[in-house]
């Protein structure tokens, strides 16, 4: 299993890291079979998981039991949780004990949105021996604030911004940084910037990793295609295939088959 320090070492060695999101035990199992190097419990999951149309509805207690679930079925994979909109932005007791939720799960490490007014925390999570992933760019759970899904960074006056809040989270504490839906040289640059490791969505080649949603990597969700997507399965179309297959054999009496029940020589006798 990666810890954080592998973090900063595949950096250093030109190696890239690989993350993608799971919520689930079923899931976890399979991304646990993998080659994949880390999972997100991401806050997406008020999307993926519960269908609402942002992260915002994303609790703590959601977001500890989907920990609890994953770390359960990945036992061998480093584990950030996402913090949830509002949840590291109360008094620090409030803080501590949503960080706490999440890291008792099951946990490795916490990601937070933002650096202006977290780096404190930043500071202070790291201190008590709770590594924090930061996230910049794009962040989802400020969506009302930036008007919508969009590309940050694309004036000079928010890509200085951006670069600033890299430096912040990386000098509070933070062991990577997410960059998601950032022009590509500029993400470049602040990679190169950073002793800590980049992990982008949407935001080029040039970072140290990537990370993408399980259900689009998995092509599950057809409704959501934005340009950085890209499906390595037609998961949709194999489900409903497979669903499909079964009401037809169901319906036309090929299944279940001798095969699949228990003791069906009985029916075959005469009464
Ligand atoms: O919640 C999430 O899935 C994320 C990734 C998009 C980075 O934060």
Redesign the pocket.
């Known amino acids: 299993m990666m810890n954080i320090f592998d973090f900063t070492k595949k950096k250093q060695a030109g190696e890239k890291i690989t993350m993608v999101?799971c919520y689930d035990y079923t899931s976890a199992v399979l991304v646990d079979r993998s080659d994949v190097d880390c999972i997100?419990v991401?806050?997406?999951?008020a999307m993926t998981m519960h269908g609402f149309n942002s992260?915002v509805p994303a609790t703590v207690e959601m977001m500890a039991m989907h920990t609890a679930a994953v770390a359960r079925g990945a036992k061998d994979k480093f584990i950030v949780a996402?913090l949830p909109f509002l949840a590291y932005r109360k008094d620090l007791g409030d803080n501590i004990a949503a960080v706490q939720a999440v890291m008792q799960a099951g946990a490795h490490a916490v990601?937070i949105?933002g650096a202006a007014g977290n780096t404190d925390l930043v500071r202070h999570l790291t201190e008590s021996g709770v590594p924090v992933m930061g996230?910049i760019g794009l962040t989802?759970q400020f969506v009302h604030l930036l008007g919508g899904y969009r590309v940050q960074g694309k004036t000079e006056e928010s890509a200085n911004r951006l670069k600033e809040e890299a430096q912040a989270l990386e000098q509070a504490g933070a062991f990577s940084l997410?960059m998601?839906c950032v022009p590509t040289l500029l993400a470049a640059e602040i990679t190169q910037s950073l002793r800590i490791a980049t992990?982008g969505?949407g935001a080029g080649a040039e970072t140290d990793g990537q990370?993408l949603?399980f259900q689009d990597l998995l092509g599950l969700n057809t409704d959501f295609r934005p340009k950085f997507v890209k499906n390595f399965l037609d998961g949709a179309g194999l489900v409903t295939g497979a669903l499909n297959e079964y009401n037809q054999a169901v319906k036309t009496g090929a299944f279940p088959d001798a095969n699949h029940s228990f003791n069906p020589e009985r029916l075959a006798k005469p009464a």
């Open positions: 999101t997100l991401g806050d997406s999951l992260t996402d990601k949105e996230h989802p997410v998601e992990i969505i990370v949603v």
